[in-house]
């Protein structure tokens, strides 16, 4: 006896399919960060890539979206970057330590009749706190030098999964736009156009369910400490070393009005260097996900305002360029419409494209 084999879905049936689950997600309540929620993006992202990937069939390969690639130096293992990792970080700690402290203890020591036990107990906390931020702003480095991923919380995966899912549907409606010039059925296209209508208003609504950052009283106090810390260390340091160097090569122009001038501006420059890279690291040691979540509140933001939930433009589009010409007839048309984006097209996915990986 032979089996009848089954027939394998219609790309209709597919599309038809992918609408009805996503509908049927979006009538189940959820709220940002619950592990419920969590769950639920996740199969609407997986609907919002499988509809990516049948779009993508009917795209001439030369007019395919560039494959991003990983941007990290190293063709090595996990394993290997991990243990490459820390190692640099504990090597660096060490040296973190031991400089930190022989500043400190230089540095105290030029306040007048201080004691001995004042004098270790202020230099090892200085060490000690120059050491947690040294922590915060190398570890930052690191891992994005060599493509560890950091620790997901709820929070974290929420916003990975939302700017995932906002990056694939702005690829989905340039395509939709694109493949207007193909041999698609026009049935079937409106059914590509059904679906993105609803991917598009499920990022309105998540646009406009973005709140302020959510921080403590807390978590803002200790934030605060630990940037003013930041700060007067650095001016400290800046102030320190510049008076060091100019005992070295001009002592004469020590506390001369041209001599306090340079200290003040070495000063300023170490606070425009520090305030440029070591505060964004000490912010996201204390808030984690707090530029990855600015960056995707605004890219929801570009997307209201350049994305339309009707279509109907690209729906025209498609009829006009059907009435005037054959379909299929010109390639490079769709290639050439393909490759000019609009910058404001752009701007959603360059936004968030700056702090993926993390």
């Known amino acids: 006896m032979h089996s009848l084999a089954m027939k394998p879905p219609s790309e209709m049936d597919e599309i038809l399919q992918l609408i009805d689950a996503f509908k049927a997600l979006n009538d189940q309540p959820a709220v940002f960060m619950e592990k419920t929620a969590i769950d639920l993006e996740k199969q609407k992202l997986k609907i919002i890539q499988d509809f990516e990937k049948i ?3 009917i795209i001439p390969q030369e007019s395919a979206l560039p494959v991003n690639k990983d941007s990290s130096i190293f063709s090595l293992s996990q394993t290997s970057r991990e243990m490459l990792y820390y190692f640099v970080l504990i090597f660096g700690m060490f040296e973190s330590i031991a400089g930190s402290y022989l500043f400190g203890s230089t ?15 202020a230099s090892i906390v200085f060490t000690a706190l120059d050491s947690i931020l040294f922590y915060a702003f190398e570890v930052t480095f690191l891992k994005d030098w060599l493509g560890i991923p950091y620790d997901d919380t709820d929070f974290t995966q929420s916003i990975k999964i939302y700017s995932s899912q906002l990056n694939t549907t702005i690829t989905i ?5 694109t493949i207007y010039m193909l041999d698609v059925d026009n049935v079937l296209y409106d059914q590509y156009i059904n679906l993105t209508k609803l991917l598009n208003e499920d ?19 200790l934030k605060m400490v ?6 007067i260390s650095n001016v400290a340091g800046s102030y320190f070393f510049s008076n060091a160097m100019l ?21 300023l420059c170490g606070l425009g260097f520090y305030y440029a890279m070591g505060c964004t690291s000490m912010i996201n040691l204390v808030t984690p ?12 933001g570009l997307f209201k305002t350049n994305y339309h939930d009707d279509l109907s433009h690209v729906r025209s589009i498609r009829e006009r360029f059907i009435q005037n010409k054959p379909i299929n007839s010109d ?6 419409f393909f490759k000019s984006a609009s910058a404001n097209e752009e701007a959603c996915s360059d936004i968030l494209s700056e702090n993926s990986m993390t």
């Open 173 to 177: 409606n340039k395509l939709l736009a």
């Open 55 to 57: 779009l993508n069939k």
């Open 203 to 221: 990022l309105r609504i998540k646009q406009g369910e973005m709140q302020p950052y959510p921080e403590s009283t807390l978590t803002n106090i």
């Open 289 to 300: 996900g707090f530029d990855q979540y600015q960056a995707l509140k605004t890219g929801l």
């Open 247 to 267: 005992n070295m090569v001009a002592a004469s122009m020590v506390g001369t009005p041209l001599g306090c001038t340079l200290v003040v501006l070495t000063m």
């Open 331 to 336: 390639r490079n048309q769709t290639l050439h």
């Open 107 to 121: 540095l105290f020591s030029l306040i007048p009749g201080i004691s001995d036990t004042v004098h270790l107990i």
């Open 226 to 231: 630990v940037l003013v810390y930041g700060a």
